[in-house]
């Protein structure tokens, strides 16, 4: 799938990321990190511009963002019992709740970019749980602004080489995923010793 979507990009670009920016958000497993590395590539090469990269990526991401919010926002409830059985998307459903309940927008922010797999499912929790719509939004802009910007930036500047800056992208983004959880967990052993404790 991921050949002929990228065979796709230069023909039709800007509707292809966004199509696919917007499904990523919605939990749907489409390549959109490495199609946004390829726009970058194809920005650079003079076959699409970058502001039209930029624009269609984060344009499908932030509706996406949306309309994963609206959908938990609506189905409440019922759609987080569902996910909850899916055997694929409780763990990651278990993170995200706990996450919006710990940060908020702040969780959404992080969602966007550091914890992507995580991102759809805060989505519909954020909405489920009554997360104020601004700071939701601000949140989603904030981390997807980032986001696109990296991984095209990244695909601009290294156009002829991007196999290999998507794989060092997805490592340095797992390894700064490991650091923070990392630094997560030693604070909470910290406070739990029995010489912070009390």
Known sequence: MTDMLLALVPEYGGWILMA???FSCLALPVPSSFLMLAGGA???????????VLASALGGALVG??????????????????????????GL???????IDQRGGV???????????LGPYVNFI???????????TLGSLSGESLWVS?????????ASQIAEVAQIAS????????????VVLGRFLFRASPRNGA
């Open 20 to 22: 696919v920016t917007f």
């Open 42 to 52: 194809f920005a650079a090469s003079g076959d699409l511009t970058m502001t039209t």
């Open 65 to 90: 963002d949306q309309t994963g919010y609206l959908i938990g926002r609506k189905g409440g409830a019922p759609l987080i019992a569902r996910l909850q059985h899916a055997r694929r998307s409780a």
């Open 93 to 99: 459903l278990k993170r995200a709740q706990r996450m």
């Open 107 to 117: 969780a959404v922010f992080l969602t966007r970019w550091l914890f992507s797999p």
């Open 126 to 136: 954020g909405g489920a749980m009554g997360l104020d719509w601004r700071r939701f």
């Open 150 to 158: 990296l991984y095209t930036g990244l695909g601009f500047a290294f």
């Open 171 to 182: 490592d340095l983004i797992g390894l700064l995923a490991a650091l923070l959880v990392t």
